[in-house]
């Protein structure tokens, strides 16, 4: 087992005996290592060599110890001592450093950690910082679009939070126009239709400048544009009014440029009865199913909404059903 081995070594110096008496040294090893390692400590009179292989004339007191600590009491004349690690089947590990059994009683290596009083430091309080916040409720994200945020109001509101200092000012630029200022709340309007990059940041009374944050989204004003196809068999009569076959069918179809159609609605009133509530638009309706409903004359109400919410404004189809033929 060739590795190098971590170790946190720390020497103890106790006088025992009396005045008259020689002082006793005794060497506390702590190591950084499992309680059931096992190691071999040497200790020698004369430094030993650490790179050549004579590495001192005197031989060393070997002492073979398992755990993660030992105390031992050097004799007078040895003066240094190392450890290694023992590994199974006669594996050795490196040898530390040489390390000096007269160690300043001052020096951190003098006093194992048991016996280290332990100082409570106070961690510094972590400023808060300053945050603008743009509540999620302002947009909608469309999927169909590539996960294009769209705002559905007509305005955005920075809202800066700052529980320290408090807040000096909002700064906020659109596209690529001016920075503009606010002092605390900024309501941002965006009546135009189109695309937009807002950047933002606040600033609180100690000077403290959030990191500049950006949204990307889409305006959209504008509503869907519903229009009618004709399913069937149809020809112009007097005043260009359509004439249908009982077998022809309605079909509406919408479309929107900005955010996508969400859904077509369209409700039915027969002469002289009460409207329908709208439903939406699934398949194309039957002039038949209409005629065997009304009996006489009805009108269609339809129109079209879009992901944000955009309305069209409500169209009306007027049908007059003529009698059959024999």
Do not use: H
């Not at 060393?60 to 023992?86: A, C, H, M, S, W």
């Not at 005629?291 to 269609?300: A, M, N, R, Y």
């Not at 129109?303 to 309305?311: H, K, L, R």
Request: one cysteine or more; proline letters at 6%.
């Amino acid at each position: 087992m060739k590795q190098t081995l971590t170790l946190i070594l720390t020497v103890l110096f106790l006088i025992l005996g009396s005045l008259e008496s020689k002082p006793k040294r005794e060497l506390r090893i702590l190591i950084d290592a499992d309680a059931e390692a096992k190691f071999e400590l040497e200790l020698w009179q004369d430094k030993p060599n650490e790179t050549e292989a004579s590495i001192a004339p005197k031989p060393p007191e070997v002492i073979q110890f398992k755990g993660n600590r030992i105390t031992v009491t050097p004799k007078d004349d040895f003066e240094y001592f190392r450890v290694r690690r023992l590994g199974d089947y006669g594996a050795k590990g490196f040898w530390t450093q040489v390390y000096s059994t007269n160690v300043d009683p001052s020096s951190p290596l003098s006093v194992p950690k048991e016996f280290v009083s332990k100082k409570t430091f106070e961690p510094k309080p972590i400023p808060k910082k300053i945050v603008s916040v743009v509540s999620n409720e302002s947009f909608v994200i469309v999927k169909e679009k590539e996960e294009t945020r769209f705002l559905t109001k007509d305005f955005i509101t920075v809202a800066p939070v700052d529980d320290a200092s408090g807040v000096a000012e909002v700064r906020y630029r659109i596209n690529d126009g001016q920075w503009n200022s606010a002092k605390s709340l900024a309501s941002i309007p965006f009546s135009e239709e189109g695309e937009y990059k807002l950047l933002y940041f606040s600033i609180d009374m100690a000077g403290n400048k959030e990191p500049i944050q950006i949204i990307d989204f889409v305006r959209d004003t504008k509503p869907p544009e519903t229009s009618v196809e004709w399913i069937g068999s149809q020809t112009k009569g007097k005043g260009n009014m359509n004439f249908l076959s009982p077998d022809s069918k309605i079909r509406f179809v919408a479309k929107d440029n900005r955010s996508g159609l969400k859904d077509i609605l369209y409700s039915t009133t027969c002469q002289s009865g009460t409207q329908t509530e709208f439903k939406s638009f699934t398949s194309d309706l039957s002039v038949v199913n209409l005629k065997t409903e009304c009996k006489g004359s009805f009108q269609i109400f339809y129109y079209a909404i879009d992901q944000v919410g955009n309305e069209e404004a409500v169209k009306t189809l007027n049908f007059q059903l003529g009698s059959e033929s024999n």
